[in-house]
């Protein structure tokens, strides 16, 4: 009830000129339910819901995604300078995806490639969420 009461105030606070009709828990999650004043009903309260939900799982993955890589910085990569290490960096945050991103040609020394790096990350995500519904049709 508490929690509820603060995503309450959180949604209210956003300005958001619809009114909150309830917080829904799953998985750890929350979001919250708007109501449009008689218009969209159920439908959009739904969408609204969903939009929630992305954006939380979104923001969950970018966390496991900055958590490995700082894991590979200190740890696996340490030893490394950082204008050299991303190609180490990358293979061990996603050995797959270091090879569908970069096994034809590797980063170079102090490379910065802008959009291999939004591909590698792409990759990531999509990997990640694939495990992640694989151990929840197992479990």
């Not at 009709?21 to 959009?44: D, H, M, N, P």
């Not at 609204?48 to 894991?71: G, I």
Request: aromatic share 4%; net charge positive.
């Amino acid at each position: 009830a508490a929690s509820e009461d603060a995503a309450a105030a959180a949604h209210r606070e956003s300005g958001d000129p619809r009114g909150v009709r309830r917080v829904l828990r799953r998985g750890g999650r929350e979001s919250v339910l708007v109501s449009r004043g008689g218009e969209g009903g159920a439908g959009e309260e739904m969408r609204v819901a969903l939009m929630v939900c992305v954006a939380l799982a979104a923001k969950q993955q970018d966390r496991t995604y900055r958590t490995r890589k700082r894991e590979c910085e200190t740890g696996e990569c340490g030893h490394l300078a950082s204008e050299v290490s991303a190609n180490c960096v990358h293979g061990c945050v996603s050995a797959a995806c270091f090879e569908e991103v970069y096994g034809a040609e590797p980063l170079e020394d102090g490379e910065v490639d802008a959009k291999r790096s939004r591909a590698f990350s792409s990759c990531f995500h999509r990997r990640l969420h694939a495990e992640r519904v694989q151990r929840q049709k197992k479990g």
